[in-house]
């Protein structure tokens, strides 16, 4: 054997046993792919459990991809996301959506980039909206409209009470007086988690008030107040449904998992919450019993608008400009979302209520699904107006989160929350302009 093959086969050899060949996710040192993934949930929610559960499944799968992800829920998340990026901390994949409240800061600091290139090969790109007028679609929702102002009503029970759906505000206080008599409550929420308050009520109430199903994008362009009449009339409803023995004041203590108990135990006949809440795993035995319908008639109502429900473009999970840079990174974060939107996890979704209508391609619902997919795509029919905190600055929607709960506990007025909250929104302008 000659010098040079003799060196060259020594040469091979190192190079196998050291470890310098790869493939796959290993990097050139032969070490685990690390994916970094901020998520949202909490351990004690469905949305929480989901994600760590398909967390672990995922490395389970591909042990040479490790997820080191952080999961947060409500302002605890949105706080995070500002200071992550304020700090340069980018994840590679991110929970997010295309407005102000859920993306507008990750395309500020530029971590929104185009995932056409990127979407799971089930998705179809045609039933996702090009979120910005530019051909960008930055991320994956989990699936169509997300209607946030539905409220799950008994039939069973609102029959055995002698009641009948309410076609006035005066309808929905006699069949308050009504369920008092039977022993149980006629509204509940679970007001506990703050953001309810905003997106799961006043979004329907004050479109109807307004008659205007865009009026908080013209409050946040500066083209409408929080003190005019309209929007304080919107407060006030909310104060008339406690007033009026429509809404269980027990709500402001209430998580989602106690208010979904009373409602399916027979203690309250109607539920407010969003469709993600309603499902076949939710509602168990009674979900033969729902129709879903959207917040009756209120208090200072008009006409344009009645039967209004909130709804908006469901969130999702989207690989950040960050996720891209790194061919092993991209890799493995483009297995992660084709694991976390496969057919079964959204078949999974449609059962558990958090999704109306899947976005993969050629999709059939299995046999014997529950009726809550029909009752969740009747709630097309009604007209549709924005939910408040896709619009509404961080600061301000915290105030009118609060505010609204001081209304239901009587410790504050329609009027008081509404020149906090001009108040409150004029100081977040002006500071937003300074740093522009």
């Not at 054997?1 to 190192?14: A, D, P, Q, R």
């Not at 023995?245 to 709500?251: A, P, R, V, Y």
């Given at each position: 054997?000659?010098?040079?093959?003799?060196?060259?086969y020594?040469?091979?050899?190192?190079?196998?046993?050291?470890?310098?060949?790869?493939?796959?996710?290993?990097?050139?040192?032969?070490a685990?792919?690390?994916?970094?993934i901020?998520?949202?949930?909490?351990?004690s929610?469905?949305?929480?459990q989901?994600?760590?559960?398909?967390?672990?499944?995922?490395?389970?799968?591909?042990?040479?991809i490790?997820?080191?992800?952080?999961?947060?829920?409500?302002?605890?998340?949105?706080?995070k996301?500002?200071?992550r990026l304020?700090?340069?901390?980018?994840?590679?994949i991110?929970?997010?959506?295309?407005?102000t409240?859920?993306?507008?800061?990750?395309k500020?600091f530029?971590?929104q980039?185009?995932?056409?290139?990127?979407?799971?090969s089930n998705?179809?790109?045609?039933?996702?909206p090009?979120?910005?007028g530019?051909?960008?679609?930055?991320?994956?929702?989990?699936?169509?409209?997300n209607y946030?102002?539905?409220?799950?009503?008994?039939?069973?029970l609102l029959?055995?009470?002698?009641?009948?759906i309410?076609?006035?505000?005066?309808?929905?206080?006699?069949?308050a007086?009504?369920?008092n008599?039977?022993?149980?409550?006629?509204?509940?929420?679970h007001?506990n988690?703050?953001w309810?308050w905003?997106?799961?009520l006043?979004s329907?109430?004050?479109a109807?008030?307004t008659?205007?199903p865009?009026?908080?994008e013209k409050?946040?362009?500066g083209?409408?107040?929080f003190t005019?009449?309209?929007?304080v009339?919107?407060l006030e409803?909310v104060?008339?449904l406690?007033?009026?023995?429509?809404?269980?004041t027990?709500s402001?203590?209430?998580d989602?998992?106690?208010?979904?108990?009373?409602?399916?135990n027979?203690?309250?006949?109607?539920?407010l919450?969003?469709?993600?809440s309603?499902g076949?795993?939710?509602?168990?035995?009674?979900?033969?019993d729902?129709?879903?319908?959207?917040?009756?008639?209120?208090?200072g109502?008009?006409?344009?608008?009645?039967n209004c429900?909130a709804?908006?473009?469901?969130?999702?999970?989207g690989?950040t400009?960050?996720g891209a840079?790194d061919?092993?990174?991209l890799?493995?974060a483009k297995?992660?979302?084709?694991?976390?939107?496969?057919?079964?996890e959204?078949?999974?979704?449609?059962?558990?209520?958090?999704?109306?209508?899947?976005?993969?391609?050629?999709?059939?619902?299995?046999?014997g699904m529950?009726?809550m997919?029909s009752?969740?795509?009747?709630?097309?029919?009604?007209p549709?107006?924005?939910v408040?905190d896709?619009?509404?600055?961080?600061?301000t929607n915290?105030?009118?989160?609060?505010?609204?709960?001081?209304?239901?506990?009587?410790?504050?007025t329609?009027?008081k929350l509404?020149?906090k909250?001009q108040?409150?929104?004029?100081?977040?302008?002006?500071?937003?302009n300074?740093?522009?």
């Amino acid at each position: 054997m000659s010098y040079t093959k003799k060196f060259f086969y020594i040469f091979l050899v190192v190079l196998f046993s050291t470890g310098l060949v790869f493939s796959g996710c290993k990097n050139k040192n032969n070490a685990t792919i690390t994916l970094n993934i901020m998520g949202y949930g909490e351990s004690s929610n469905p949305e929480g459990q989901t994600f760590k559960r398909i967390c672990t499944e995922f490395m389970e799968k591909y042990p040479e991809i490790k997820i080191d992800y952080e999961l947060l829920y409500d302002t605890p998340y949105h706080n995070k996301v500002l200071s992550r990026l304020e700090s340069k901390n980018y994840p590679h994949i991110a929970y997010m959506g295309a407005d102000t409240r859920w993306g507008t800061p990750w395309k500020e600091f530029g971590q929104q980039i185009d995932n056409t290139p990127y979407f799971p090969s089930n998705v179809d790109e045609n039933l996702i909206p090009d979120f910005y007028g530019t051909g960008i679609k930055p991320y994956v929702p989990l699936g169509g409209l997300n209607y946030c102002t539905v409220v799950a009503l008994n039939r069973t029970l609102l029959e055995q009470i002698g009641g009948e759906i309410p076609q006035t505000y005066q309808d929905f206080v006699e069949l308050a007086n009504l369920c008092n008599k039977a022993g149980i409550k006629c509204l509940t929420t679970h007001g506990n988690d703050s953001w309810v308050w905003g997106s799961c009520l006043l979004s329907a109430i004050l479109a109807r008030t307004t008659d205007d199903p865009k009026w908080i994008e013209k409050a946040v362009n500066g083209k409408v107040k929080f003190t005019d009449p309209d929007f304080v009339t919107a407060l006030e409803s909310v104060n008339r449904l406690v007033r009026d023995g429509i809404l269980d004041t027990n709500s402001l203590l209430t998580d989602s998992g106690m208010a979904l108990s009373n409602f399916q135990n027979g203690k309250c006949l109607m539920y407010l919450d969003g469709q993600w809440s309603f499902g076949e795993s939710n509602l168990g035995a009674i979900t033969q019993d729902v129709k879903l319908i959207p917040i009756p008639p209120v208090y200072g109502e008009k006409n344009k608008m009645a039967n209004c429900i909130a709804s908006t473009w469901q969130v999702g999970y989207g690989i950040t400009k960050e996720g891209a840079s790194d061919p092993l990174i991209l890799d493995a974060a483009k297995k992660w979302m084709d694991f976390f939107y496969s057919r079964d996890e959204t078949i999974l979704r449609l059962k558990d209520g958090v999704i109306s209508a899947p976005i993969i391609k050629d999709f059939v619902p299995p046999e014997g699904m529950d009726p809550m997919v029909s009752e969740k795509a009747s709630l097309s029919a009604y007209p549709s107006c924005y939910v408040i905190d896709s619009y509404l600055p961080t600061a301000t929607n915290d105030v009118l989160n609060q505010g609204i709960k001081e209304i239901v506990a009587g410790q504050t007025t329609a009027t008081k929350l509404a020149q906090k909250l001009q108040e409150t929104f004029d100081l977040e302008k002006k500071d937003e302009n300074k740093i522009n």
